[in-house]
């Protein structure tokens, strides 16, 4: 995070901090350095000292010397005239010059001086260590050479670092004669003072340096890799914050954005350049900035936040629902709120579809239950037990093989599976049995589930109690081929019945005949006591063709007072007329109505097949014809088509 390069760089100078070894070892030595310069220097100014205090003793000593000798001799002497005087500092001089050519002197530039001022002149009384020449070298009075000479001539007594009679920086002490008007110097060239001190200096130098080259590689041979492992971490670091697919952020309390990675610049929908000029809770959708107050209270009080869930609204001003947890962080004694966002758009409108797909399953009318790649139940919905009387703790584990109404083979659910395996699904009617054992039809989907592999994983099972629909359409396929009023065989039903009849007895080469019956005087008792009575005596006269047939005999009503019987048992014309006969008189019973006693009558026409006809049309007008020929021309009521 840029804070937190930011809080290094102030640590390492604003340097990568692969380069903190070269820092650290630069450091090392320079403190070796500072070391031994300022031990130098302090070693120097002692010797300086020393050395001040050694000139100042040698010289006052030289001028307490001479003064004792003018002393004597001004005692020998005195009432000295000019001439004498002369005479006595000459001899002063000689005895000065003798002890200071005896005296070894003082290192290589050291020396002792003595003068007076003579006129604009300081004129050297002794000889000059540094000339050559004999012959005394004057030196002007207003010259910078010769300070300390001409500061002990004025009557100054001291030590100090000046010039000298050849204009060489020396350390000089002075001090006056006042008995003579002389002055002494003691002096030494400063480079002799300070050249022992430069040579250690130089040799320190040297040393230091050695011991730093040498002490710098063994540091950098250690620390190196501890650095270069820390610079990877940081590098490591870096890069999963950047690369992780969670928003995250580094805020102040107030808001202010410091840092984010990638993934955070995603949500809300700005470029890096942007991101510092947002304040974090101006993010927040309008309805949630109380509950975002209350949750940075509580992680100022406890240090960290839980994942809670808000909506952020972005730059595009769409809004995105997120889960946000924080941390509280302090960097140089700032806290600062540590944030990780997570995009759960996605998440909330699967999980709104997945709500969706709940309630669907759980509240439709459809059976659905749902199996593993083996088979094995492992959720049913609500109607489930409704529909097959198992809850989900009776079946949960199981095969539906447990449904199995034993009206299908081994074959057929093979078939079943294979179409599954095959095309991905299976649909169709299927009889499956209840808990309490009561068989009943269905309509069943089978669908196989993969995942993205392409591997079977679930199997999902809806299903419809078609019961009642089964129930429904066995009525309406009776109710096409029966009779409303006398619950008969309909016109559609003989019809069926006398071409299955006639391809049959084509097949077995057999004879069978085909009875037509009509009601006489029907009209007249519509006429008189109306339709409901009308109906009665057809419902009668039903039950009575009915009741006086075998079971594999045929009657059927075609319309009106139109019946038709088929016996397939009847082969000669004296059994059909013997039949006749019977449901002539059967008929005729009386029939005892709420307003009027009836005695039904009816007239029949007999068609015998192959004679009469081999296909239904010309059988039935055949015997059509005969039963008009039986009511209008016979009192017998019944009649044979073609005697």
């Known amino acids: 995070m840029k804070a937190l390069k930011q809080s290094f760089s102030e640590y390492f100078a604003n340097k990568r901090i692969q380069q903190t070894p070269y820092y650290l070892i630069a450091l090392l030595t320079f403190n070796m350095l500072a070391v031994v310069t300022l031990t130098i220097i302090l070693l120097y100014n002692l010797g300086f000292n020393r050395q001040k205090d050694r000139l100042q003793e040698l010289v006052a000593t030289q001028a307490v010397m001479i003064h004792v000798v003018a002393q004597q001799e001004f005692l020998l002497h005195k009432n000295l005239s000019p001439e004498i005087k002369r005479v006595v500092a000459e001899e002063i001089i000689r005895k000065v010059s003798k002890a200071h050519y005896g005296y070894t002197g003082f290192g290589k530039t050291g020396e002792f001086t003595l003068g007076k001022r003579s006129g604009d002149q300081i004129q050297f009384l002794i000889k000059q260590r540094h000339y050559k020449i004999h012959q005394l070298t004057p030196v002007p009075w207003k010259s910078y050479r010769g300070e300390p000479m001409r500061r002990a001539l004025n009557g100054v007594k001291g030590v100090g670092i000046t010039y000298d009679y050849r204009g060489a920086v020396v350390l000089a002490a002075y001090e006056p004669i006042p008995d003579l008007n002389w002055g002494l110097v003691a002096k030494i060239d400063l480079s002799e003072v300070r050249a022992p001190y430069i040579e250690a200096a130089q040799y320190a130098l040297g040393l230091t340096l050695l011991l730093a080259f040498a002490g710098s590689l063994i540091f950098w041979y250690f620390l190196h890799p501890l650095v270069q492992n820390i610079e990877d971490s940081r590098h490591f670091n870096r890069m999963l914050i950047e690369n992780s697919s969670t928003g995250l952020a580094l805020c102040t309390f107030e808001g202010?954005?410091?840092?984010?990675?990638?993934?955070?610049?995603?949500?809300?929908?700005?470029?890096?350049?942007?991101?510092?000029?947002?304040?974090?809770?101006?993010?927040?959708?309008?309805?949630?900035?109380?509950?975002?107050?209350?949750?940075?209270?509580?992680?100022?009080?406890?240090?960290?936040?839980?994942?809670?869930?808000?909506?952020?609204?972005?730059?595009?001003?769409?809004?995105?629902?997120?889960?946000v947890a924080g941390k509280l962080i302090s960097m140089k004694g700032v806290p600062y709120l540590w944030l990780s966002v997570d995009n759960i758009q996605e998440y909330k409108i699967r999980e709104a579809e997945l709500l969706l797909s709940d309630a669907v399953f759980h509240n439709t009318s459809e059976v659905i239950f749902i199996t593993d790649a083996s088979k094995n139940i492992i959720k049913v919905n609500e109607a489930f037990t409704g529909v097959t009387g198992f809850t989900f703790d009776e079946v949960v584990g199981q095969n539906p093989r447990i449904f199995k109404s034993g009206k299908h083979d081994n074959q057929f659910y093979e078939e079943m599976f294979r179409a599954v395996n095959t095309t991905g699904k299976w649909r169709g009617e299927i009889w499956n049995k209840r808990k309490n054992g009561e068989i009943y039809p269905s309509l069943q989907s089978i669908s196989a589930v993969h995942d993205e592999h392409g591997n079977l994983i679930r199997y999902v099972a809806i299903m419809s109690d078609i019961t009642l629909q089964k129930s429904y359409e066995e009525q309406l396929l009776i109710d096409s081929h029966q009779d409303v009023l006398t619950e008969l065989p309909n016109r559609l039903s003989f019809n069926q019945r006398l071409d299955q009849t006639l391809a049959r007895s084509e097949r077995s080469n057999k004879t069978f005949a085909l009875f037509f019956i009509d009601l006489n005087q029907f009209k007249e008792v519509n006429d008189t006591y109306g339709h409901e009575c009308g109906d009665m005596l057809l419902k009668a006269v039903a039950e009575r063709l009915q009741a006086n047939t075998r079971i594999d005999d045929f009657v059927a009503r075609l319309g009106g007072d139109e019946f038709t019987l088929i016996f397939e048992s009847i082969r000669h014309s004296e059994g059909a007329i013997t039949v006749a006969k019977a449901l002539i008189a059967k008929a005729k019973q009386p029939l005892i109505l709420e307003e009027c006693t009836l005695i039904p009558s009816i007239s029949i026409g007999i068609a015998f097949y192959p004679r009469d006809g081999t296909d239904a049309s010309t059988l039935l007008k055949c015997a059509d014809q005969a039963m008009y020929h039986a009511k209008h021309e016979t009192s017998e009521h019944y009649f044979i088509y073609g005697t």
């Open 256 to 323: 202010e954005i410091i840092d984010a990675n990638t993934s955070f610049l995603e949500i809300i929908g700005v470029s890096d350049n942007q991101v510092k000029n947002i304040n974090y809770f101006d993010l927040i959708a309008d309805e949630f900035r109380d509950q975002e107050h209350k949750y940075l209270n509580i992680l100022k009080k406890t240090g960290c936040l839980t994942p809670y869930e808000t909506t952020f609204i972005n730059a595009n001003l769409e809004r995105i629902s997120v889960k």
